[in-house]
């Protein structure tokens, strides 16, 4: 089993940055591919970002392309996510997950992740 614990959010005004962190207990880390989703106000929980279990191969959601970059530290046993140009429209709860799939048509997808951090508040202001 894993347990994700997710820090790094606040509050950042528009055009600002944010680096979000997500720490995994146990052994297992190089097993599981990563993600980060996030949740506004009344809406539905959504794709952010993606990362193979190396670190290789990184997927975005298009709202994000270019102004956001996930990463891991394999030793660390953490994921990122580094958030840059923010808008007000990135305010959410943001959540860390891993699934043991490794095909990316699945790592955009949420019921394939099997481990859900309790998420961090990010609130961009304008």
């Known amino acids: 089993q894993v347990q994700l614990v997710e820090s790094g959010g606040g509050l950042v005004q528009a055009g600002g940055s944010l680096r979000l962190s997500c720490a995994a207990s146990?052994?297992?880390?190089?097993?599981?591919?990563m993600g980060w989703f996030r949740q506004a106000p009344g809406k539905e929980r959504k794709f952010v970002a993606a990362i193979s279990r190396s670190g290789d191969s990184t997927y975005y959601a298009d709202s994000v392309k270019g102004r956001f970059t996930i990463s891991r530290d394999n030793a660390k046993n953490t994921v990122y996510l580094q958030m840059n140009s923010l808008k007000p429209e990135d305010t959410a709860v943001y959540y860390c997950?891993?699934?043991?799939?490794?095909?990316?048509?699945?790592?955009?997808?949420?019921?394939?992740?099997?481990?859900w951090g309790q998420g961090t508040q990010v609130t961009v202001s304008s």
């Open positions: 997950a891993a699934t043991s799939n490794s095909d990316s048509y699945y790592l955009s997808r949420l019921p394939y992740y099997d481990y």
């Open positions: 146990g052994r297992t880390f190089t097993t599981y591919s």
